[in-house]
């Protein structure tokens, strides 16, 4: 099986900028979850989908969105960048997104903001 | 609210030597799993093992075990003969157990542990 693909893997923006950066699961995996990996906060649960449908959010600004398509690929969005938002994003799929589920994860899309 | 605490922010071992990185987490759920990942250079974050709760025996992966302390809420990696492949970034995670949202797929860290094998 193919594992999970993260699109594009880096990315310059400026500030002010918007940003839409995809992940695609493993086939068969419903829940995608997001996370944001920064040298000073760590690594950060942004959000997590199943069946198109939001279901758990973490503490991050509305400038923070996302989607999750009926094909279960997922997209995030930040809009009107800021240099804090510099980081590698993580995309996470599981088959249901419970905790018996084992996360499995992508290379990760490093963004850089200027 | 879960916190996941890796007092080590790095480590040094010798390759065929043994290592072994703390972890300790505050909860207050009874039910939850524990995870330790590894994310080498390339970024890419791999499981190395799982552990249940409510499962008393310690899970072993290979040359990968824990020591799961329920009562102390510590959950310890062993990494046995060392490889140079292992060195990376080890983070502890948590996942509450549970079918309110705020449990789905979400993954709590702690701050991560560097591992250096050297020759």
């Known amino acids: 099986k193919a594992g999970v693909t993260q699109t594009p893997r880096y990315l310059i923006k400026t500030r002010g900028q918007q940003v839409t950066l995809s992940c695609s699961p493993i086939?068969?995996?419903?829940?995608v979850s997001w996370y944001q990996q920064t040298p000073g906060q760590g690594l950060q649960f942004l959000f997590e989908?199943?069946?198109?449908?939001?279901?758990n959010k973490g503490n991050f600004p509305g400038r923070f969105s996302g989607r999750q398509f009926s094909n279960s690929r997922s997209e995030m969005n930040v809009s009107t960048l800021e240099l804090g938002d510099s980081a590698l994003y993580l995309c996470?799929?599981?088959?249901?997104?419970?905790?018996?589920?084992?996360?499995?994860f992508g290379p990760g899309t490093r963004l850089t903001v200027l | 609210a879960q916190t996941v605490t890796q007092s080590q922010p790095e480590m040094s071992v010798q390759e065929a030597e043994t290592v072994t990185l703390s972890c300790t987490y505050d909860?207050?759920?009874?039910?939850?799993?524990l995870f330790w990942y590894k994310q080498p250079p390339s970024r890419q974050m791999i499981l190395v093992i799982r552990?249940?709760?409510?499962?008393?025996q310690n899970a072993t992966e290979n040359r990968f075990s824990v020591n799961f302390q329920k009562a102390a809420k510590s959950f310890s990696l062993k990494i046995s003969d060392s490889q140079l492949g292992d060195t990376a970034m080890y983070f502890c995670?948590?996942?509450?157990?549970?079918?309110?949202?705020?449990?789905?797929?979400?993954?709590?860290f702690g701050a991560g542990t560097q591992v250096v094998v050297t020759p």
């Open positions: 909860t207050s759920e009874s039910n939850y799993y």
């Open positions: 996470a799929s599981s088959l249901m997104g419970g905790s018996a589920d084992t996360q499995y």
């Open positions: 086939s068969g995996h419903r829940s």
């Open positions: 989908y199943f069946s198109e449908t939001q279901r």
């Open positions: 995670a948590f996942m509450k157990h549970g079918v309110t949202t705020d449990s789905w797929g979400k993954l709590q």
């Open positions: 552990q249940e709760a409510y499962k008393q």
